[in-house]
C-alpha cells in the first residue's frame, strides 16, 4: 500500500512503498506503481488547482453571477397556456437537482382599470418511493401583467414571489 500526501501549496511529500519487495522482483508491478503515482499526483494537483480557483472566485465580496433568462412573448401573443409554456421554459434555465420535481398550474386573473394580471404557481417537492407524498413544498407564484394602455408589441411583465411552504 502506498501513502501520498500533499500539503495546501501542492508540493507532495515522498511516496513511500510498504513491500518493495514485490516490485523488485517484477518490472511490470513497478511500471503500474508509477503510472498510478503520476495519476494520484495530476488529481490532487488539479484538485487543489481547482479549490483554490474557487476559492478565488466565490470568496469575492459582491461579486455578480450570471442570471439566464428567457425572452419574454409580447402582450399580444399572450394566452393563458402561452404564459403556462413561458414559465415552463424560464424554470429550464434554473439549476436545480433532478430529484426536485414541479408541476405548474394556473391559478386565476385580475382585471385592474390599466391591466389584466395572471396568476400562476408552480410547486416543488421532492417525493420518493417511500414517501410519495411529501411532507413539505416550496413555491414560486408568478404574475403576468398584460397592459390595456401600452401598445401589444411591448413584452409582458412578469413578477415572480418566492414562498417557503405551501399548503
Same mark, same amino acid.
Request: charged share 30%; aromatic share 10%.
Given at each position: ?50 479549490? @483554490? ?63 389584466? @394580471?395572471?396568476?400562476?404557481?408552480? @410547486? ?44
Amino acid at each position: 500500500m502506498e501513502e501520498l500526501t500533499s500539503n495546501v501549496e501542492g508540493k507532495d511529500a515522498p511516496v513511500k512503498a510498504v513491500d518493495a519487495s514485490m516490485e523488485a522482483e517484477d518490472p511490470a508491478l513497478e511500471a503500474i506503481r508509477k503510472a498510478a503515482e503520476s495519476i494520484v499526483k495530476n488529481v490532487i494537483r488539479d484538485a487543489i488547482y481547482t479549490i @483554490r480557483h474557487l476559492q478565488k472566485t466565490e470568496a469575492v465580496p459582491g461579486i455578480k453571477y450570471p442570471v439566464p433568462n428567457i425572452t419574454w412573448m409580447k402582450c399580444k401573443d399572450f394566452t393563458v397556456f402561452n404564459g403556462l409554456a413561458q414559465i415552463e421554459d424560464y424554470l429550464k434555465t434554473w439549476e436545480l437537482h433532478e430529484s426536485w420535481l414541479h408541476w405548474t398550474n394556473y391559478i386565476s386573473e385580475e382585471e385592474l382599470e390599466y391591466s389584466t @394580471r395572471y396568476f400562476y404557481r408552480v @410547486r416543488w417537492s421532492i417525493p420518493t418511493c417511500r414517501k410519495p407524498i411529501p411532507r413539505a413544498t416550496a413555491c414560486v407564484y408568478f404574475v403576468i401583467e398584460i397592459s390595456k394602455i401600452r401598445p401589444s408589441a411591448r413584452r409582458v411583465s412578469i413578477q415572480r414571489k418566492m414562498a417557503q411552504r405551501c399548503d
